[in-house]
T-cell receptor, first 114, second 114 residues
Framework: EAQVTQNPRYLITVTGKKLTVTCSQN?????MSWYRQDPGLGLRQIYY???????DKGDVPEGYKVSRKEKRNFPLILESPSPNQTSLYFC?????????????FGPGTRLTVL | RKEVEQDPGPFNVPEGATVAFNCTYS??????FFWYRQDCRKEPKLLMS???SGNEDGRFTAQLNRASQYISLLIRDSKLSDSATYLC???????????????FGQGTILTVHP
């Protein structure tokens, strides 16, 4: 089944404790992206990657890191999480080559930073 | 001014009603446009792309007005199952030929009641 998977789905952690949220897709998509969703603010793009070893900042990259060493994986790293990073996070992927290609989302990761 | 703006609603309509949502965008270099649907606490899913000539998919009609920089979604004969949040999404040119930056509106909440 074609899908985007994220792990963990739920995470409660404390301020300053490094964490990684994994994202993997099995559709051989070149493009991958991370978003956070907050009430009243909608979905905001954190980072995106057009292909392996190519990453770019989205609208809200501060406090986050990403890497794209393999085509299928695009982990989101929070080196020193803070309470304002409590949010619902979505990973997404799409095929490059046409601006109207559909973007597929993972099921989301609900992160709480205490 | 936000790059993509939607009326957050909520829109409460009876079954069978026709409802229309609008979305405005500020970047004239925008390349592609979409409507996504998001059910409560779930990932967004593509409802339809929005093409310059306008397009229809069953009960759903999407229109794009590049001169006025707005996008619309019309839902006819509303069903209970149409209750969801509808997200307007714009793909901006992010420098050179990059189309990696996607910007979401904050979403319009629709509730269809019996």
């Amino acid at each position: 089944e074609a899908q985007v998977t994220q792990n963990p789905r739920y995470l409660i952690t404390v301020t300053g404790k490094k964490l990684t949220v994994t994202c993997s897709q099995n559709m051989n998509h070149e493009y991958m992206s991370w978003y956070r969703q907050d009430p009243g603010l909608g979905l905001r793009q954190i980072y995106y990657s057009m292909n392996v070893e190519v990453t770019d900042k989205g609208d809200v990259p501060e406090g986050y890191k990403v890497s794209r060493k393999e085509k299928r994986n695009f982990p989101l790293i929070l080196e020193s999480p803070s309470p304002n990073q409590t949010s619902l996070y979505f990973c997404a992927s799409k095929k490059q080559g046409a601006s109207y290609n559909e973007q597929f989302f993972g099921p989301g990761t609900r992160l709480t930073v205490l | 001014r936000k790059e993509v703006e939607q009326d957050p609603g909520p829109f409460n309509v009876p079954e069978g009603a026709t409802v229309a949502f609008n979305c405005t965008y500020s970047n004239s270099a925008s390349q592609s446009f979409f409507w996504y649907r998001q059910d409560c606490r779930k990932e967004p899913k593509l409802l339809m792309s929005v093409y310059s000539s306008g397009n229809e998919d069953g009960r759903f009609t999407a229109q794009l007005n590049r001169a006025s920089q707005y996008i619309s979604l019309l839902i006819r004969d509303s069903k209970l199952s149409d209750s969801a949040t509808y997200l307007c999404v714009v793909n901006f040119r992010a420098g050179g030929t990059s189309y990696g930056k996607l910007t979401f509106g904050q979403g319009t909440i629709l509730t269809v009641h019996p």
